[in-house]
């Protein structure tokens, strides 16, 4: 299979509050944490993949750690790593991808509608979009970081304000994360 020539990121900067410890650490599958297993699936997919993150947690992924800048730093947002994330990628998309979220693959579908020349693509299940399994154009670098500014954080509001077309999806574990331990040990039996 012929890998999406546009870069990923995977998102593993949160506090993790509801889980109570970081989500991105925890073991899942035959791997000793979520993030590696996040980078190992994604990279069979994806030739780029880079992750955001206020700071390393894992070794080995120095080459490809998007680190928050710093004139953001203080804020715990996936805002700030889209905003980060634009900045650093030469690219004219960019997909994302929440460390949490271990089951979607459907980025084909996704990516399909670039075509289109939209601002975002972004997965639909009912009335709401799924702004962490998304593609974004980087060319949106200006609108997000005024969203910073105004300290308005929330990317729905982004898919909202822009030209984003939705991609009807049924809903379905594909689209499952892990905010709680309850969900972590149902999901971590999959494997």
């Avoid at 996040?38 to 993949?49: A, G, P, T």
């Avoid at 670039?114 to 962490?132: A, F, M, N, T, Y």
């Avoid at 984003?164 to 892990?178: G, L, R, W, Y």
Wanted: net charge negative.
């Amino acid at each position: 299979m012929k890998k999406f020539e546009i870069p990923l990121v995977i998102f593993a900067g949160g506090k993790s509050f509801r889980m109570g410890r970081d989500k991105s650490l925890l073991p899942f599958g035959n791997f000793p944490t979520l993030l590696e297993y996040q980078f190992n699936r994604l990279s069979k997919l994806f030739s780029e993949v880079y992750i955001s993150w206020k700071s390393e947690k894992v070794d080995g992924f120095e080459n490809i750690s998007i680190l928050d800048l710093e004139t953001y730093s203080h804020i715990s947002a996936p805002t700030v790593g889209l905003f980060s994330s634009m900045k650093k990628l030469d690219s004219d998309y960019v997909a994302i991808c929440s460390v949490d979220t271990p089951f979607f693959d459907d980025f084909g579908k996704l990516i399909a509608e670039l075509e289109k020349s939209p601002e975002i693509v972004s997965p639909q299940i009912g009335d709401r979009g799924e702004p962490l399994l998304s593609v974004y154009k980087t060319s949106l670098f200006p609108k997000v970081e005024e969203m910073l500014k105004i300290e308005e954080h929330r990317l729905q509001v982004l898919l909202k304000n822009s030209d984003t077309i939705f991609v009807p999806f049924e809903k379905s574990d594909k689209f499952a994360n892990m905010n709680y331990p309850k969900e972590y040990e149902k999901y971590k039996r999959v494997f």
